[in-house]
């Protein structure tokens, strides 16, 4: 408990769940499953607490199965978007006044909902929707989202306990925490559903208003999350979710004298983009907007002499391909040290043998399927090009089929070039390059990392040697935002490890933290004096 202070609940990391066969969560999860996929669903908009449905629709497809039609979504249009801004001005008062212990209650409510009603449904749509298998389903959907509702709840308390220290007698001073002036534009990823709901949610239980508008590829869980927050009480107009285009939607939002900040989680450049637009109208606004964003990552792994080879093995598989390589963390570069890599080629490539691939209604199977088209285009290309490179060598996957979904083979590269093209450039999928160094050419391998990528989101290093371990932390320092010591570069915890990288990986507010949290509101210092000054001359002033 935060003693003294309403007994805030003292959060706790959700269990994970683990699906194992006979247990009671993989029957409910694949009855959950089963009864998505029976049904066409027609996804509203929601503005100021009502459904609202357009004549112009989209299309929902499971990544690894896109013949078959989960529903349709209703796409808005520069119209909408401007309602949901009014919608949200319009609730703005009430929600800004109401005590945070109560906005509290209403996403602690939220979270316990998550862990109990709508866990087997929201995973089931993550599952369906983003092509996520059931353990990246429950640790994304299902745990993050409720540590992120949970542990923001402990956050809040602390940042609003805090006040100045000291006090002279006669005088009170003290600190008042302010939601932003207008309202915040939430801008989701796709690949993660605990993001997704994160967004809004965090900057909303600090008292704003909210325009939230996810990616389309997932908007079939972004539908159960509203059912959710609707469910736990967020008033009408507090989070308002439209599905409209992404330029007529900056148009509006960027243009009104109300924004007061955006949450953002996507690619760097579009994030940069949005950066400038703000920059150009800044002198439109009533203040000077906030602006968070975590982007993207050129995410490595370094492997030292000294290393375990199983160790560092599974750090990679694992690291690499887990959803497809489609988190911002995974690891897409890795530098091994000469004398190891063939024992971990030998691992790994044996370990990618007995990967099964395909749709994730098959519990066996590890690897689902890229997000879209777009996507697998993209991936497809760059192993063709990998493939005609006499510098390149493909040791395990180089295949890929999209006539039933989007699947793309993991794929290992091993390049004699450390700034091979796929050793830069982000690629956003399941396909990773090697680069094999001589073991006395350590320290120069640091720097090599440090300076190849514009990105520092994640980074790990795996050794046994403490001296390298330290000498790697100190050298890759600005390199990373998340820095794994014997572990994979993914799978950062609320609570444990805030998340978030600098560089051209974003603003570093750390999610999971109270940092995140600190961006949403604007404190205002108040001093009340008791016996006030009655004359204006000071002692200093008196005569000898």
Same mark, same amino acid.
């Given at each position: 408990?935060?003693?003294?202070?309403?007994?805030?609940?003292?959060?706790?990391?959700?269990?994970?769940?683990?699906?194992?066969?006979?247990?009671?969560?993989?029957?409910?999860?694949?009855?959950?499953?089963?009864?998505?996929?029976?049904?066409?669903?027609?996804?509203?908009?929601?503005?100021?607490?009502?459904?609202?449905?357009?004549?112009?629709?989209?299309?929902?497809?499971?990544?690894?199965?896109?013949?078959?039609?989960?529903?349709?979504?209703?796409?808005?249009?520069?119209?909408?978007?401007?309602?949901?801004?009014?919608?949200?001005?319009?609730?703005?008062?009430?929600?800004?006044?109401?005590?945070?212990?109560?906005?509290?209650?209403?996403?602690?409510?939220?979270?316990?909902?998550?862990?109990?009603?709508?866990?087997?449904?929201?995973?089931?749509?993550?599952?369906?929707?983003?092509?996520?298998?059931?353990?990246?389903?429950?640790?994304?959907?299902?745990?993050?989202?409720?540590?992120?509702?949970?542990?923001?709840?402990?956050?809040?308390?602390?940042?609003?306990?805090?006040?100045?220290?000291?006090?002279?007698?006669?005088?009170?001073?003290?600190?008042?925490?302010?939601?932003?002036?207008?309202?915040?534009?939430?801008?989701?990823?796709?690949?993660?559903?605990?993001?997704?709901?994160?967004?809004?949610?965090?900057? $909303?239980?600090?008292?704003?208003?909210?325009?939230?508008?996810?990616?389309?590829?997932?908007?079939?869980?972004?539908?159960?999350?509203?059912?959710?927050?609707?469910?736990?009480?967020?008033?009408?107009?507090?989070?308002?979710?439209?599905?409209?285009?992404?330029?007529?939607?900056?148009?509006?939002?960027?243009?009104?004298?109300?924004?007061?900040?955006?949450?953002?989680?996507?690619?760097?450049?579009?994030?940069?983009?949005?950066?400038?637009?703000?920059?150009?109208?800044?002198? *439109?606004?009533?203040?000077?907007?906030?602006?968070?964003?975590?982007?993207?990552?050129?995410?490595?792994?370094?492997?030292?002499?000294?290393?375990?080879?199983?160790?560092?093995?599974?750090?990679?598989?694992?690291?690499?391909?887990?959803?497809?390589?489609?988190?911002?963390?995974?690891?897409?570069?890795?530098?091994?040290? *000469?004398?190891?890599?063939?024992?971990?080629?030998?691992?790994?490539?044996?370990?990618?043998?007995?990967?099964?691939?395909?749709?994730?209604?098959?519990?066996?199977?590890?690897?689902?399927?890229?997000?879209?088209?777009?996507?697998?285009?993209?991936?497809?290309?760059?192993?063709?090009?990998?493939?005609?490179? *006499?510098?390149?060598?493909?040791?395990?996957?180089?295949?890929?089929?999209?006539?039933?979904?989007?699947?793309?083979?993991?794929?290992?590269?091993?390049?004699?070039?450390?700034?091979?093209?796929?050793?830069?450039?982000?690629?956003?999928?399941?396909?990773?390059?090697?680069?094999?160094?001589?073991?006395?050419?350590?320290?120069?391998?640091?720097?090599?990392?440090?300076?190849?990528?514009?990105?520092?989101?994640?980074? $790990?290093?795996?050794?046994?040697?403490?001296?390298?371990?330290?000498?790697?932390?100190?050298?890759?320092?600005?390199?990373?935002?998340?820095?794994?010591?014997?572990?994979?570069?993914?799978?950062?915890?609320?609570?444990?490890?805030?998340?978030?990288?600098?560089?051209?990986?974003?603003?570093?507010?750390?999610?999971?933290?109270?940092?995140?949290?600190?961006?949403?509101?604007?404190?205002?210092?108040?001093?009340?004096?008791?016996?006030?000054?009655?004359?204006?001359?000071?002692?200093?002033?008196?005569?000898?």
């Amino acid at each position: 408990m935060l003693k003294g202070f309403f007994n805030v609940p003292e959060p706790i990391n959700e269990p994970i769940l683990n699906y194992a066969p006979g247990s009671k969560e993989r029957e409910l999860l694949k009855d959950a499953l089963a009864e998505a996929r029976a049904q066409e669903q027609d996804i509203p908009m929601y503005i100021a607490g009502k459904k609202v449905y357009t004549e112009k629709k989209g299309r929902l497809t499971p990544p690894h199965d896109h013949k078959h039609v989960l529903g349709t979504y209703s796409i808005g249009d520069k119209t909408h978007i401007n309602q949901a801004i009014e919608a949200a001005l319009a609730a703005k008062s009430d929600w800004e006044n109401l005590s945070w212990e109560h906005r509290a209650a209403i996403f602690l409510k939220a979270a316990d909902l998550v862990a109990g009603k709508y866990r087997y449904k929201l995973n089931a749509a993550t599952m369906l929707g983003q092509s996520k298998n059931a353990f990246q389903a429950e640790i994304d959907a299902a745990c993050e989202l409720i540590d992120f509702l949970r542990f923001n709840v402990g956050y809040m308390a602390e940042i609003y306990k805090q006040q100045p220290p000291v006090s002279p007698r006669g005088v009170w001073n003290r600190v008042e925490q302010r939601p932003l002036e207008g309202f915040v534009f939430a801008l989701t990823p796709f690949n993660f559903t605990a993001i997704a709901a994160n967004l809004p949610a965090s900057a $909303a239980m600090m008292g704003n208003v909210v325009v939230w508008k996810p990616a389309d590829t997932q908007i079939y869980a972004a539908n159960v999350l509203m059912e959710i927050f609707t469910e736990a009480g967020v008033p009408d107009g507090v989070i308002n979710l439209v599905y409209a285009d992404g330029p007529e939607t900056g148009d509006v939002i960027f243009n009104h004298k109300d924004f007061a900040g955006i949450h953002f989680t996507g690619s760097t450049k579009v994030f940069q983009e949005i950066w400038k637009t703000i920059g150009t109208n800044i002198h *439109k606004y009533r203040s000077y907007p906030r602006i968070v964003g975590e982007t993207g990552g050129k995410d490595f792994i370094l492997i030292h002499p000294s290393a375990q080879v199983d160790v560092a093995s599974t750090a990679i598989v694992r690291g690499a391909f887990e959803y497809q390589g489609q988190k911002c963390s995974a690891a897409s570069r890795v530098y091994i040290a *000469k004398s190891l890599w063939p024992a971990i080629k030998e691992k790994m490539v044996a370990d990618l043998a007995t990967f099964k691939m395909g749709g994730t209604e098959d519990f066996g199977n590890f690897i689902n399927a890229v997000i879209d088209e777009r996507s697998f285009d993209k991936l497809a290309k760059y192993i063709d090009s990998a493939k005609k490179d *006499k510098g390149v060598e493909i040791i395990a996957g180089g295949n890929y089929d999209k006539s039933k979904g989007y699947f793309i083979e993991p794929t290992v590269l091993v390049t004699d070039d450390p700034k091979y093209t796929t050793m830069c450039e982000e690629l956003f999928g399941p396909v990773l390059t090697v680069y094999v160094y001589e073991d006395k050419d350590f320290d120069a391998v640091l720097e090599l990392i440090d300076a190849t990528s514009p990105y520092a989101l994640t980074g $790990a290093v795996i050794a046994q040697d403490r001296y390298a371990i330290e000498k790697a932390s100190h050298a890759l320092r600005n390199a990373a935002g998340n820095f794994y010591i014997n572990d994979k570069c993914t799978g950062a915890v609320v609570g444990q490890q805030p998340f978030g990288g600098a560089r051209g990986s974003g603003t570093n507010d750390k999610a999971g933290s109270m940092i995140n949290l600190l961006r949403w509101v604007s404190p205002r210092t108040i001093k009340e004096v008791f016996d006030s000054p009655t004359d204006y001359r000071y002692p200093f002033l008196a005569e000898d």
